[in-house]
């Protein structure tokens, strides 16, 4: 064993005893993912000195943990979250504490930036209308529902930035170490001299050596000309998106609390302008097509039609459900069709899938999309393949819908 798992255990051994439920240990642990969770009560089981009743808890069939306020962001205009966007969302208390840290250190007419903070831009705008609250975010669906706010299309680790000079900026970026070097150089060039940078950064129970993380922002928001003011422990909380309650679900896990993803806030101050080059971006940029059926998101891979293949989804893991919302998982790299229940697919012609899936949409007819795309009439046998794949994408797109509602 590990001696992350050691950690893990001394943490859930601390907590057990007191909590009545496996959602109320979920909740008591700094940020540890309820799987790991789960694995550190079933090592302990053996020393007899943990309640069962939470391990039966966490493995019951019929969920008892509260529905997510997720469904709050849909009634608001923002689409389901989709993994690949890494769109994890503030939940309501936090974000009504964020407000008010903005509140406190901005004053009327000042500009702030909310970077990759969908969730916070509509309460910013209700609740601070005497500042330009603005947001920055690279996710077209988010911003396409977001259209009559101040919103700029924006990769932060990549695109040209805006000409503003920010009071506050508001920064949760994906908890991977290029992300968060990125997205805290961009907030250093958007923030005036003293003003406040809010970062999401994740718990210490979220993987091993996050402590070693920490003090690696730490030394490049030095390098930065950025002081930090404080670090508040498991301050902010978010929603657990559908797409992360699935993958749960599909490991048997139900009983988790629709909050129990926590964070520490991080606040810095800017000292002044620094001159320090912008981290590139590494690895090799993956390009989706993106499918909206009866609400939900479909990211296909990207490739050109080169002729007639079989469109149809194609099992990748047991069950279609990937049981995984992390990065790190190597079944992503195999992946061709991805859905908002984190449902994944291989697919050997992803171009004609995509069209098959917008003919659907836009209430045409599939045939014609791809006898389109092939630039020939099909075949019958041809005709079938696609006909087959038309009922997969309707009978996906109904499951999920109802899935999602269940579950948020």
Known sequence: ??????????????????????????????????????????????????????????????????????????????????????????????????????????????TVVLLATPSLVTLAAARLGDRRIVL???????????????VIRCDAMSDHLPDISAQVVVVDPPWYEEHMHSFMWVATHLCKPEGHIYLSFPAIG?????????????????????ARVRTEHLALSYDSPYFERSALSALGIRNVPSTWRRADLVVFQTLGDVAVERPGRPGVIEVWDELYLRGMRIKVRKRACQGFGDPALKPLVPGDILPSVSRRNPIRTNVDVWTTGNRVYRCEAPALLVGIGRAIAAGTDPNNAVESCVGRRLTPPELSLVCRTTEQLLELAQTEDHEARDLI
Not at 79 to 108: C, K, M, Q
Not at 136 to 150: G, K, T
Not at 206 to 226: H, I
């Open 136 to 150: 920055l975010e690279r996710n077209r669906a988010a911003l396409a529902r977001l259209d009559s706010f101040d």
């Open 1 to 110: 064993m590990g001696s992350f798992e050691a950690t893990v255990d001394a943490w859930v051994a601390d907590v057990a005893i007191g909590s009545r439920n496996f959602g109320e240990l979920v909740r008591a642990l700094p940020g540890v993912y309820p799987s790991d969770a789960l694995a550190s009560l079933l090592r302990l089981q053996s020393t007899g000195h943990l309640p069962e009743h939470i391990v039966r808890h966490a493995l019951a069939e019929d969920s008892t943990a509260p529905k997510s306020t997720a469904v709050e962001h849909r009634l608001k205009g923002l689409p389901l979250p989709h993994p690949l966007d890494y769109d994890w969302r503030f939940n309501v208390s936090t974000r009504d504490r964020l407000l008010a840290e903005i509140s406190s250190h901005s004053g009327p007419g000042d």
């Open 206 to 226: 979220t993987r091993p050596g996050v402590s070693t993380e920490f003090d690696q922002l730490e030394q490049w928001a030095g390098q930065l000309g950025l």
